[in-house]
Structures are given as structure tokens and as C-alpha cells.
């Protein structure tokens, strides 16, 4: 299959371009064409640039769109919350509907923020509740897919690993720091089910395969 991985320079895209390139023709989407040199082929896109992305997946002829692009910063998202919007909610509607357009499949990878987490342990099937800017953005990005794409998968995760970057999970925060003898609170009321980066990617595989 061809899939057209976005955000193929960030932490999960990267992941995801690594892993999928095994068994399919894999083809990043960047915003500078400059970055992610892991891709064997790339196009240049702009979440903020609803042509540039119908032309990237008109070009690409996709079977498969894996949209790991967005603003995945909690504080940015504070500090600009239209943006964040425009970013993780209408441009994921623009994707998803010209994924639909050519019969590919589409895959929005969303957040376990889109609960508020006051009680844990959500269902799939329960009403958001997102309480952080972010989690707004997030779910009204599930809302924006769903409704320019109705078979989309929606994957609501959390996940560790190591990026491109060295900076973009916490697991690379936890050993930088503890490697450099440095004592690191944590929370001892929070509870979060991550997934190694690689079985995010390595599910997300099989649910659309199957
Ligand atoms: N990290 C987690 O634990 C986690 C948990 C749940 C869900 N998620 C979701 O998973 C997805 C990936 O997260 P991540 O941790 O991999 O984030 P990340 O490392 O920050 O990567 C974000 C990617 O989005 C791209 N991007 C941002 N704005 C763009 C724009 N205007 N046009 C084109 N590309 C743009 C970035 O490109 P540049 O390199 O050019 O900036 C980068 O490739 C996000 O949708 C996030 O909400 C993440």
C-alpha cells in the first residue's frame, strides 16, 4: 500500500515513516521539504495552506493517509488557541476530505486529552471532555474528520519513544536528566496508559489492514 505519512519530521511521523517502510511505499509530507531526510520521497505541505495539502494528496495518489502533523505542544496551544484550531482541527478536515475524495483511507491520531481525565478509565464510546486547550483542538479535530470522512480511524493515544529531536517525549526528558545525575520530580496523582511509539504505529498498521 501507499501512505502518505504528515508531520513525517516529528516524533511520530518519523517513528512512522521507519516502521511502515518495511512492508509499504511510504511518502512523507513535511512543511520544509529541507527536513526529515529519513524519507525516501517527500512533498511539501502547509497545514495552514488548504491547496498545498489537496494538491500533496492529488500528487501523492495515497491509499492510505496517516495525519501525524498538528500542534502536539499543550503551552503553544494555550498561548494561541485559534491557531491551534486552524491547525488540528481544520486542516485535518481538509486532509481527511481529500483522502475521501480519491477512496484512501485516512487515519487522525488524536489524544487521550480529549478526556478531562477527572475520572479515568474512558470508554471509547463517551463523551469528550477536554479541559485543556490542546484537548479542544484535538477534538474538534476528530469532529472536522469524521464529518469529511466517515469511515476515518480516530486513534486516541499517548505514547514514549525516542525522535528525531532527542526532545520530544518524556521518556528522552526522564534520561537526559537522570543520565546527568539530576533529581526529577514527578506527578504521584496522574495515570497514563503510553504505548511504545512503535506499537502505536505497528496498530495503527493492522487496523487499517484489516
Ligand atoms: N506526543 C504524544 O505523546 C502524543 C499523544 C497523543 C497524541 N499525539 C498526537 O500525535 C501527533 C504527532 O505528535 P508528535 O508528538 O509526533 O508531535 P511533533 O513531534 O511536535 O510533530 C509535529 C509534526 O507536525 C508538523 N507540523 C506542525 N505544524 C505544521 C504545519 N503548519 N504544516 C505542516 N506540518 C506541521 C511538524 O513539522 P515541523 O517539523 O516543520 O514543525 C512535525 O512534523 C499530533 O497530532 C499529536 O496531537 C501526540
Redesign the pocket.
Known sequence: MRWLI????????ANAVRVLSSGHDVVG????IN??PWCDQKVA????AVDTLERAVHEVEPDVVL???????HQACAANEELAMR??AQ?SGVLAGAAAARGAAFVY?????VFSGARGWYEENEAVSPNTA?GRT?AAGEETVLNAHASAVIAR????GW?P?GH??TLEFFVRELGAGNRVPGFVDYTVT?LFVEDVVESIERVVES
Open positions: 504528515t508531520g513525517a519530521s516529528g516524533f511520530l511521523g509530507l513535511v512543511r520544509d527536513t526529515a505541505a502547509d497545514l495552514l495525519h501525524c502533523a498538528g500542534m502536539a505542544n491547525v488540528n486542516a491520531v488524536s489524544t487521550d486529552a490542546y484535538k493515544t499517548n505514547f514514549f525522535s529531536s520530544a517525549s503510553s
